[in-house]
């Protein structure tokens, strides 16, 4: 070897040695300052296959909707099948939502300039799309909308150079502008030419997504000023595109376009939320002295402190009970929220179920059950009520099965009652109440179908001075997004002829595998 063979071998020797450095170098000298790790977040839980899984995801109970640029499939959530797929025209369709049952897109004509955007909606029983709004040439393609308070929000993405002029506008129901924002300068560098896709709100934080990056950005609207502020990134199963809240897992759904799947990822690791319910048959405030003392009921509730209350042989303006509109005032003794379903007019007023809720009440439906044999009108009282920290919402049934020997329409009773959960499988659910029926009868049986008892061990409730079989339960479904904490029957003997039945559940924001 020659001398300026061995001066070569050397000098590349030395360059092989420092090229790690130098690499370092460069890495640090071009990766924006903000780019840091995201904090460990969500976590994916399921995928399901989609060709149409190019754009976004959206979901409900039963279905998940794949959104490509033209169409949206609809696929049945428990078989993994595509069941239909949307007619009308699109041209590029971003993320969607659900609003009163019907599914918001976002619409543009990208890339193509001037930008035309709409929201286009979803009528998910025909599969038929059409424009609910149409903005024209608004500044920026429309790349998702949502409604919160009242007001409809919506994001115009700028792409290229001009991606910082992206803005997010909030708008009245009349499409007049009330406020604009623009993007940190944080969450800009990051996006390369793209823009921002997807977001959600999350309580009062937005989760934003990128082009491509499996990346959340969350945010806030700021106090003072036009700028929204970055509170930090946190890691997703999804590559950037559209996301929306699932009502039946309580995460997000979202999209890998590379790999045509939605996405189902779970919030980063958080403690299960604990709910206190209570069952009690409170046979109209009238006591085993005989005594009439809503106070003493009201009692009862509070020392226990319960979340949700499934009250049974209730009256509302009824003479025996001096006219008192008692779930109103239960709910003014407890501080609590009150729905009544009344079943039967009785003396003037009317009688049935009530629940009392310390958690928002958004909807509420009372049903009759089947009634045979000329006896007691029976019902369900449907309560749908909003979970803390945007965990979605949950159904609660509150019910009095018949009570005579016969056991034909409690049986039928529990029938309609699984029925009626079926068509509700996308959210966690509830069913308290007095069901006159024992543990090994063919009337829990047939719930069992669809519902777990909280209790596995028999704690009897009725009568309430010497109780020897359980007659009120709390039982909830799906199965493995609960765990029973503990339950107990009420050692309070007086104010009703049954006792208070409580159930300590804490809900999953998952299925347990």
Same mark, same amino acid.
């Given at each position: 070897?020659?001398?300026n063979?061995?001066?070569?071998m050397?000098?590349?020797?030395?360059?092989a040695?420092?090229?790690?450095?130098?690499?370092?170098?460069?890495?640090?000298?071009?990766?924006?300052?903000?780019?840091e790790?995201?904090?460990?977040g969500?976590?994916e839980?399921g995928?399901?296959?989609?060709?149409?899984?190019?754009?976004?995801?959206?979901?409900?109970g039963?279905?998940?909707?794949?959104?490509?640029?033209?169409?949206?499939?609809?696929?049945?959530?428990?078989?993994?099948?595509?069941?239909?797929?949307?007619?009308?025209?699109?041209?590029?369709?971003?993320s969607g939502?659900?609003?009163?049952?019907?599914?918001?897109?976002?619409?543009?004509?990208?890339?193509?300039?001037?930008?035309?955007?709409?929201?286009?909606?979803?009528?998910?029983?025909?599969?038929?799309?059409?424009?609910?709004?149409?903005?024209?040439?608004?500044?920026?393609?429309?790349?998702?909308?949502?409604?919160?308070?009242?007001h409809?929000?919506?994001n115009?993405?700028?792409?290229?150079?001009?991606?910082?002029?992206?803005?997010f506008?909030?708008?009245?129901?009349?499409?007049?502008?009330?406020?604009?924002?623009?993007?940190?300068?944080?969450?800009i560098?990051?996006?390369?030419?793209?823009?921002?896709?997807?977001?959600?709100?999350?309580g009062?934080?937005?989760?934003?997504?990128?082009?491509?990056?499996?990346?959340l950005?969350?945010?806030?609207?700021p106090?003072k000023?036009n700028?929204?502020?970055?509170?930090?990134?946190?890691?997703?199963?999804?590559?950037?595109?559209?996301?929306?809240?699932?009502?039946?897992?309580?995460?997000l759904?979202?999209?890998?376009?590379?790999?045509?799947?939605?996405?189902?990822?779970?919030a980063?690791?958080?403690?299960?939320?604990?709910l206190?319910v209570?069952?009690?048959?409170?046979?109209?405030?009238?006591?085993?002295?005989?005594?009439?003392?809503?106070e003493?009921?009201? @009692?009862?509730?509070?020392?226990v402190?319960? *979340? /949700?209350? &499934? !009250?049974? +042989?209730v009256?509302?303006?009824?003479?025996?009970?001096?006219?008192?509109?008692?779930?109103?005032?239960?709910?003014?003794?407890?501080?609590?929220e009150?729905?009544?379903?009344?079943?039967?007019e009785?003396?003037?007023?009317?009688?049935?179920?009530?629940?009392?809720?310390r958690?928002?009440?958004?909807?509420?439906?009372?049903h009759?059950?089947?009634?045979?044999?000329n006896?007691?009108?029976?019902?369900?009282?449907?309560?749908?009520?909003t979970?803390?920290?945007?965990?979605?919402?949950?159904?609660?049934?509150?019910?009095?099965?018949?009570?005579r020997?016969?056991?034909?329409?409690r049986?039928?009773?529990?029938?309609?009652?699984?029925r009626?959960?079926?068509?509700?499988? @996308?959210?966690?659910?509830?069913?308290?109440? *007095? /069901?006159? &029926? !024992?543990? +090994?009868?063919?009337?829990?049986?047939?719930l069992?179908?669809?519902w777990?008892?909280?209790?596995?061990?028999?704690?009897?409730?009725?009568?309430?001075?010497?109780?020897?079989?359980?007659?009120?339960?709390?039982?909830f479904?799906?199965?493995?997004?609960?765990?029973?904490?503990?339950?107990?029957?009420?050692?309070?003997?007086?104010?009703?002829?049954?006792?208070?039945f409580?159930?300590?559940?804490e809900?999953?924001?998952?299925?347990r595998?």
């Open positions: 070897m020659t001398e063979m061995q001066l070569m050397v000098e590349r020797r030395a360059w040695a420092a090229l790690p450095a130098f690499c370092l170098l460069l890495f640090w000298m071009t990766v924006p300052a903000v780019a790790t995201p904090a460990a969500w976590t839980t995928t399901l296959a989609a060709p149409e899984a190019f754009q976004a995801a959206a979901a409900e039963r279905f998940v909707y794949a959104i490509a640029s033209r169409q949206i499939a609809k696929y049945d959530r428990s078989t993994g099948q595509r069941v239909a797929v949307s007619t009308g025209e699109a041209k590029h369709l971003n939502f659900f609003h009163d049952g019907k599914l918001y897109c976002a619409h543009s004509n990208y890339p193509q300039t001037p930008e035309q955007s709409q929201i286009r909606v979803l009528d998910v029983d025909t599969m038929e799309l059409s424009t609910a709004h149409d903005f024209q040439d608004y500044g920026g393609s429309l790349t998702w909308v949502l409604r919160r308070d009242g409809w929000w919506c115009f993405a700028r792409y290229g150079e001009q991606n910082g002029k992206t803005f506008a909030k708008f009245d129901d009349d499409w007049k502008e009330l406020a604009r924002w623009t993007y940190p300068a944080e969450v560098a990051q996006l390369g030419r793209y823009s921002l896709s997807g977001g959600v709100w999350d009062d934080e937005l989760l934003v997504t990128g082009h491509d990056d499996p990346v950005f969350r945010l806030r609207l106090e000023g700028v929204l502020e970055f509170i930090g990134s946190e890691a997703a199963p999804f590559s950037g595109q559209g996301i929306a809240h699932d009502p039946v897992t309580g995460g759904v979202g999209i890998r376009r590379a790999a045509r799947e939605v996405v189902f990822a779970a980063p690791a958080s403690e299960p939320l604990r206190r209570l069952s009690y048959n409170i046979h109209h405030a009238e006591g085993v002295d005989g005594k009439l003392d809503l003493r009921i009201a @009692g009862v509730i509070r020392a402190e319960p *979340d /949700l209350v &499934a !009250l049974q +042989e009256d509302s303006n009824v003479r025996r009970s001096e006219s008192v509109d008692q779930p109103a005032e239960l709910a003014r003794l407890t501080g609590m009150g729905v009544f379903g009344g079943n039967i009785l003396q003037g007023g009317g009688y049935g179920n009530a629940v009392l809720s958690l928002p009440i958004v909807r509420h439906e009372n009759r059950l089947p009634r045979f044999d006896g007691e009108q029976r019902g369900v009282l449907e309560v749908e009520v979970l803390p920290g945007d965990r979605g919402r949950l159904l609660l049934l509150a019910t009095h099965f018949d009570h020997r016969n056991e034909r329409e049986i039928a009773s529990a029938e309609a009652i699984n009626m959960v079926a068509k509700r499988s @996308g959210l966690p659910a509830l069913l308290a109440g *007095d /069901l006159n &029926a !024992l543990p +090994e009868s063919e009337t829990l049986r047939v069992g179908r669809q777990t008892r909280s209790n596995a061990e028999v704690q009897p409730t009725f009568p309430a001075q010497k109780p020897n079989r359980q007659i009120d339960y709390v039982l479904r799906p199965e493995g997004r609960w765990k029973v904490v503990e339950t107990k029957v009420l050692d309070e003997s007086v104010a009703s002829d049954h006792r208070a409580l159930a300590v559940l809900l999953r924001n998952e299925p595998p």
